[in-house]
């Protein structure tokens, strides 16, 4: 059976449904889907080198706006004047060292595996005009409105007031007033593809990264009169460039290049090094080595190794040493490294203060047990293991910058209050509110505070979740949702990505409207370790994870508030596939589900990701591992699935290929398995419009009703 959900009928059902609710007169009284999907997200926040000022990005309904605030007061200003829910993002916020320009991007898709065919960029406004990656800039001390400089992305200010950007895998340059007559140029030639843009403290040269394919070289850029000096090339991959204060010299990372196949189906260690070269190239030494283990591989985290150089000749990096995602000191002369945050627990996103004498970051530890579904902030001196708390509590913060030698900036959020800016002494007091939250008819009040959870697998793993539940009558239905990514955790609060922000507010919303919400943390995520983050027999080498989500659906089972015949799933990209896997494996627990652009074929996506096999004689395990992914496919068990699903995706999905819903639905349809679809046209992965979002949610609310009977 075949149903297809059309623009129209989605337009009716949300008419009928009053976006999604019951039209009961009790039902009423609840938040509708519109107003609970009305939150403010904050994102972007950045500061200048200097300090002295803060900006964001704010989006409200997918309209999307610049902020700044300037010292001393911090006043928050709107820079920038959308109206428009058109889909274009606003990234890269960059100030001038000194804060009093600010450059950033709009358009295009940052989070893309890869780019479109033809390199063409998002149209999910289905605009008659072709969008391009644009950069914008503002002269804040002047007052100064926006300005569309040229074309181009990633922008770097440097001391003296010169652009560079990447255009075409180029270096490029374009006077930041936006002249009307004045053309960007190229800044120079560089065979390899380019990025990574780090100006030196005095604004005279740029360092960058040339990746070559299968190594890369630093590269430094010091006038047009001048050659390129590459940094101890060798036949490495290098990255991150990191300039001294006084500008002499350049700290970066190092991987061996690409060699002969390595096991598909094994993980191995991937090791790494930090280097110091002097600026001209004339010498270069390794100044700290990994440990050739598993948790002494380069990280896969955000920023990568977060590489530092900082007060007192140290450099502050991160590593998986020990298990957890951790900074480390060592002196630029060589030597131990120094643990700076030791515990059993997870550092993520990172700042230096503005003397570089200590780190400022995001942790989820605290003297709460339940912190560990939380993000708090901390300090640490860069040369010892003396880190203090500067939050507390039951809030969600994130992404703190030195705003100036005083204050921390940073986004915090709750257990109901969406995100909001704030600004914070560096001992901790003084909390003040910046970018205000949600207007004041936002449904706060009726939101749920999540609750932590915890059960165990078949295998004896405990796997942590979110639970959402309004009290009520018992023998409800209930609904899983699974994260993507993998590496994401689910939050006791609202969360610091714009997509995980959006599932919060749709969990809310089924609590709010008769069901039971398990957000399940399963093996792969973040935030529990990196054995737990790098889990065995996991993804396309066996799907060990799956027994995680069933776990949970037994959970729900066991649980007296919940109807164990009326249990769904629903969840996007790797939730998609989770959703996927349990309606395959296991309709019998899973009654209906809501698939968003998932994987369904492993083999596909695998072959996809290894490219052509090698030219060489050596193939490695490549052939078992294409069987093994396709054995840990939801396509591998089509047979036992019964379970009525509805399959949402935008067909310009750069992360997960379209495909892979075409696939699926041919498959469903050739042995009549009950399913429903939405076609997102010109959509990425991760909408990038709110009118995209309300009708996938509404679509999901009523698919959900429909099949599981909530009362209102």
């Known amino acids: 059976m075949r149903r297809l959900v059309t623009g129209l009928r989605l337009a009716l059902v949300g008419a009928a449904l009053v976006l999604g609710g019951a039209t009961t007169a009790s039902a009423a009284a609840q938040p509708t889907l519109e107003a609970v999907l009305g939150y403010p997200f904050q994102d972007g926040l950045v500061a200048p080198e200097h300090g002295g000022a803060i900006a964001w990005v704010q989006t409200v309904r997918g309209v999307r706006n610049i902020w700044v605030a300037r010292a ?131 604004g005279e040269r740029l360092a960058f990264v040339s990746n070559r394919g299968d190594h890369g070289f630093i590269g430094v850029f010091s006038g047009k009169d001048r050659p390129l000096v590459y940094l101890a090339p060798t036949t490495g991959r290098d990255d991150e460039p990191r300039w001294s204060p006084d ?62 150089w900082v007060a007192g000749e140290r450099l502050v990096f991160m590593a998986e040493i020990g298990d957890w995602q951790r900074l480390y000191s060592v002196p630029v002369a060589g030597g131990e490294p120094l643990l700076l945050t030791p515990g059993s627990f997870m550092v993520e996103h990172v700042a230096k203060s503005l003397d570089s004498r200590a780190i400022i970051y995001d942790a989820n530890t605290g003297a709460d047990p339940l912190d560990h579904e939380r993000r708090h902030l901390f300090v640490v001196p860069v040369d010892r293991a003396a880190p203090r708390a ?23 959020a709750g257990p109901k209050a969406p995100p909001e800016v704030a600004l914070i002494g560096h001992d901790g007091a003084g909390r003040r509110i910046l970018a205000a939250g949600p207007a004041a008819d936002y449904p706060t009040a009726a939101l749920v505070a999540p609750k932590p959870v915890t059960f165990r697998a078949a295998d004896g793993l405990t796997i942590h979740a979110v639970l959402f539940a309004v009290p009520g009558a018992a023998r409800r239905p209930a609904v899983i949702f699974v994260h993507g990514g993998p590496p994401r955790q689910m939050l006791l ?160 999905d750069r992360n997960v290929q379209f495909h892979q819903t075409v696939d699926l639905a041919r498959r469903l349809d050739a042995q009549g398995a009950p399913y429903e679809e939405l076609v997102l046209p010109n959509e990425i992965h991760g909408f990038l419009r709110y009118g995209s979002w309300l009708a996938s949610d509404r679509a999901t609310v009523e698919f959900l009703d429909r099949h599981l009977h909530p009362a209102p």
């Open 247 to 308: 500008g002499l010299r350049i700290a970066f990372t190092r991987r061996p290049g690409e060699g002969p196949p390595e096991p598909i189906l094994e993980e191995r260690p991937q090791p790494w090094s930090i280097w110091i070269a002097d600026a001209d190239g004339a010498a270069a030494r390794r100044v700290w080595d990994s440990p050739k283990t598993l948790d002494g591989s380069y990280p896969e985290i955000p920023g990568e190794a977060n590489l530092m």
């Open 390 to 412: 500067l939050t507390t509590g039951e809030g969600i913060d994130w992404t703190p910058v030195a705003a100036d030698e005083g204050h921390t900036a940073y986004i915090v």
């Open 493 to 652: 609060g609202w969360h610091y990505m714009d997509y995980y922000t959006h599932a919060f507010a749709m969990n809310q919303y089924l609590a709010m409207h008769g069901y039971v919400v398990l957000s399940i943390n399963y093996r792969l995520g973040i935030g529990y370790g990196r054995a737990f983050n790098h889990a065995l027999h996991s993804g396309f080498r066996g799907a060990a994870e799956y027994q995680d989500v069933l776990a949970g659906g037994q959970f729900l089972q066991s649980r007296p508030e919940v109807d164990p015949a009326r249990i769904g799933i629903w969840g996007g990209s790797y939730g998609g596939y989770l959703t996927a896997m349990a309606l395959a494996k296991n309709s019998d627990v899973f009654k209906v589900g809501v698939d968003l652009h998932g994987v369904h074929d492993w083999s596909e996506t695998l072959a996809k990701e290894l490219g052509p096999a090698p030219g060489g004689f050596e193939k490695g395990d490549r052939e078992a591992a294409m069987s093994l992914a396709f054995k840990s496919s939801p396509v591998a068990d089509l047979s036992h699935w019964t379970s009525p699903v509805l399959l949402i995706q935008g067909d310009d």
């Open 72 to 202: 001393p007061d911090f006043v928050p200003r709107q820079l920038t004047a959308s109206t428009a829910d058109d889909g274009q993002e606003l990234t890269n916020l960059t100030f001038s060292p000194d804060g009093a320009r600010l450059a950033w991007v709009r358009g295009g898709d940052h989070d893309a595996n890869w780019p479109a065919e033809g390199n063409l960029d998002p149209d999910p406004a289905s605009s008659p005009e072709q969008p391009q990656v644009t950069i914008w800039a503002a002269n804040l001390a002047a007052g100064g409105a926006p300005v569309k400089v040229a074309e181009g992305d990633f922008p770097a200010i440097s001391a003296k007031g010169v652009l560079a950007f990447v255009k075409d895998k180029q270096v490029w340059t374009a006077p930041l007033d936006g002249q009307k007559d004045a053309k960007a140029e190229r800044l120079f030639f560089d065979r390899g593809k380019d990025g990574d843009l780090v100006w030196s403290p005095d």
